[in-house]
């Protein structure tokens, strides 16, 4: 059974930093496009940002640009998303997704409906 099992979430002060990972149990994993949603409260869930198979391309909402960034060790089957200058409009469950098909490339990437694998979420709040 396909996993993906994602940690790193907790309570952060705004300005502060979280790092989340995602392992996930898939294989050719580096053939894999592999992102980050969020969901808030009364929110529909919204494509956060995605990293190619190659590691070449990514992409990023608009109100993250420079201050998230995706990275991926293939090595270890594991995806990270580094926040930084946290805001409490980032306060979300996050969720990892993968899907071999996604290209995150060209304004791809960023849709829910490009990933059929999902992780169980974890809590991000910042407060302020």
């Known amino acids: 059974e396909v996993q993906l099992v994602e940690s790193g979430g907790g309570l952060a002060q705004a300005g502060g930093s979280l790092r989340l990972s995602c392992t996930a149990s898939?294989?050719?994993?580096?053939?894999?496009?592999l992102a980050w949603f969020r969901q808030a409260p009364g929110k529909e869930r919204e494509g956060v940002s995605c990293?190619?198979?190659?590691?070449?391309?990514?992409d990023y909402m608009d109100s993250v640009k420079g201050r998230f960034t995706i990275s991926r060790d293939n090595a270890k089957k594991t995806w990270y998303l580094q926040m930084n200058s946290l805001a409490s409009d980032d306060t979300a469950m996050y969720y990892c997704?993968?899907?071999?098909?996604?290209?995150?490339?060209?304004?791809?990437?960023?849709?829910?409906?490009?990933?059929?694998?999902w992780g169980q979420g974890t809590q991000v709040t910042v407060s302020s």
């Open positions: 898939v294989s050719p994993f580096d053939k894999y496009g």
């Open positions: 990293i190619s198979w190659t590691g070449v391309y990514t």
């Open positions: 997704a993968a899907d071999i098909t996604a290209s995150c490339f060209g304004g791809h990437g960023l849709a829910s409906v490009d990933y059929h694998l």
